[in-house]
């Protein structure tokens, strides 16, 4: 899935996305996700209530700033 298919504003795609969602978009494990997050490499989670999520901008912007980097 290219980073411009998860800034679709489309009712399939979330605002906010739970781990194992940011894991398969990713195409890593859930402990991949929270490990990468503790380390800082990574986005932090949002805390609503009890719960953490991602805001699908601040993966799609950490995935062109990778691109970004890679290309340049």
């Known amino acids: 899935m290219a980073t411009?298919?998860?800034d679709n504003t489309g009712a399939?795609?979330?605002l906010v996305l739970k781990v194992h969602e940011v894991a398969?978009?990713?195409n890593v494990s859930e402990r991949?996700?929270?490990r990468l997050t503790s380390t800082g490499e990574f986005p932090a989670?949002?805390?609503l209530g009890r719960s953490r999520r991602?805001?699908?901008k601040a993966i799609v912007d950490f995935l062109d700033e990778k691109v970004?980097?890679?290309v340049a």
């Open 12 to 14: 399939n795609m979330p």
């Open 54 to 56: 991602w805001s699908r």
């Open 24 to 26: 398969r978009l990713l």
């Open 68 to 70: 970004e980097q890679l």
């Open 45 to 47: 989670p949002i805390q």
């Open 32 to 34: 991949t996700v929270w």
């Open 4 to 6: 411009h298919d998860l």
